[in-house]
């Protein structure tokens, strides 16, 4: 398990060392540096290994894509793979094991496979006219999707939605 820290903007991001001992940080060098273009999430898996960066305006070459690049949190552009979604990626987080990442693009939620990227489930969201995704995340004890949205139409209709993580296993890490 590493001990890192991280910071991010709507296109940068930066990895620091943390020493628990000296209780310091350390940058860590070639990170600070653009790696996409209107970036609305962040997520880093359990073990430290694995980021997901959900960057609208995308990774490659910062061209509008449908996917979220595997990243390395030390050399960015060294990915492992992409999860590709069927629109541009708003919000992604990774349960508690690691091994699955679930992602939207405010159509549908995607639950993939973290190590092999392949697609395991899709569930169209069905929101309401005006509704966008803000966020997804995974309850604390895992058994919960937790999607946050705001209406931007109507703010007393921004809620949170939820739905029981379905039974599906991703490769053991």
Known sequence: MHSRVFLTTESNLVTFNFDKVANSLSFVEGTDVQVGSSCTDFSISPDGNRLAYSCP????????EFSIWDIDPVNYFNNDGEWYLEASPISATFNNAGTILVATDNVKLYFFDVVTHLLLEDYTLGLLEGEKVKKVRFSKDGNLVIISLENDAHLK?????????????????
Do not use: R
Request: aromatic content about 12%; overall charge neutral; proline content about 12%.
């Open 157 to 173: 209709s921004s809620k949170f939605l939820y739905m029981n993580t379905p039974p599906i296993t991703g490769t053991p890490l």
């Open 57 to 64: 305006g995308g990774n490659d070459k910062f061209q509008e």
